[in-house]
C-alpha cells in the first residue's frame, strides 16, 4: 500500500546531539512538508519541498535543517541550536501545486533528556 | 498571514448524537482540508473542500468561502469518532503548506 513512512515512532535526545528524522513516501507526491505539533496545539510549518533539491523555510524553521536528495525521502535534523525541540513532528506530502491534497505519515516523538 | 480559528475548542458528545464542528478563516482560500487526528497523533485526511458541499458516510463538510468559514458534521457519533479535528487552509494551492487551526477536542461517550 502506498503511504508515508516516518521512523523512529519515539526518539529520545540528549542536550547538544543533533538527531535526524526520517520520512519515506512511496505515493509519487512531488511536495513534501514537516510540522511541530505541541501539546493542545495545531500544527506548525517547519519546512517544505516542492521538488528534489529545492525546500523552502517554514514558520518556525529556526534550529531545524531538511534535505531533498531524492523525490521520495524528505529528512529533518533536530539541531542543537533548536532549544525547545520536545514535540510530536509530522511528516506530509501532496499531489502536486494544484491540489494540496495531504497525507501524513504516523509522527515521531521527540523528547529532550 | 491567515489566521484559522475553530469551535468549540471541547466537546463532549453521547454516543448516537450529531455535531458541527466550525472553522473560521480571516482572508480567501483557495485549500481548505478536515482531518481527523486519533488518540495515537495519525492525521487522516476527511475532506478537501474551499468551497461547496461534500458528505462521505455520517460526516459531511459545507465551505461557504465567501463568508470565510467552514462547517463539519457528524451524525450518529461513535466512540471512534473520537480525537482532534483539524483545519487547515491555504490561500494559494496548498504546495508551500497549509496554516491550522488549533483543533476542536471531541469525545464520544459510550
Known amino acids: 500500500d502506498g503511504g508515508i513512512t516516518q521512523s523512529p515512532k519515539y526518539l529520545f535526545r540528549k542536550e547538544g546531539q543533533n538527531v535526524t528524522l526520517s520520512c519515506e513516501q512511496n505515493?509519487?507526491?512531488?511536495?513534501m512538508y514537516w510540522y511541530r505539533q505541541d501539546p493542545g496545539q495545531g500544527l506548525r510549518l517547519i519546512y517544505y519541498?516542492?521538488?528534489?533539491?529545492?525546500?523552502q523555510k517554514g514558520d518556525i524553521a529556526e534550529g531545524y535543517s531538511v534535505s531533498r536528495e531524492k523525490k521520495e525521502s524528505f529528512p529533518l535534523t533536530v539541531t542543537s541550536a533548536q532549544k525547545n525541540p520536545t514535540a510530536f513532528y509530522l511528516c506530509?506530502?501532496?499531489?502536486?501545486?494544484?491540489?494540496?491534497?495531504?497525507?501524513f505519515g504516523s509522527g515521531t516523538r521527540l523528547t529532550v533528556v | 498571514g491567515i489566521q484559522v480559528e475553530q469551535s468549540p475548542p471541547d466537546l463532549i458528545l453521547q454516543e448516537g448524537a450529531n455535531s458541527t464542528l466550525r472553522c473560521n478563516f480571516s482572508?480567501?482560500?483557495?485549500?481548505l482540508q478536515w482531518f481527523h487526528q486519533n488518540p495515537w497523533g495519525q492525521l487522516i485526511n476527511l475532506f478537501y473542500?474551499?468551497?461547496g458541499t461534500k458528505q462521505n458516510g455520517r460526516l459531511s463538510a459545507t465551505t461557504v468561502a465567501t463568508e470565510r468559514y467552514s462547517l463539519l458534521y457528524i451524525s450518529s457519533s461513535q466512540t471512534t469518532d473520537s480525537g482532534v479535528y483539524f483545519c487547515?487552509?491555504?490561500?494559494?494551492?496548498?504546495?508551500?503548506?497549509?496554516?491550522f487551526g488549533k483543533g476542536t477536542h471531541l469525545i464520544i461517550q459510550p
Open positions: 487547515a487552509v491555504a490561500s494559494g494551492g496548498g504546495a508551500d503548506g497549509l496554516t
Open positions: 505515493l509519487n507526491h512531488d511536495a
Open positions: 482572508d480567501s482560500v483557495n485549500n
Open positions: 519541498s516542492q521538488i528534489v533539491n529545492d525546500f
Open positions: 506530509a506530502s501532496s499531489p502536486d501545486r494544484e491540489w494540496g491534497g495531504y497525507t
Open positions: 473542500i474551499p468551497s
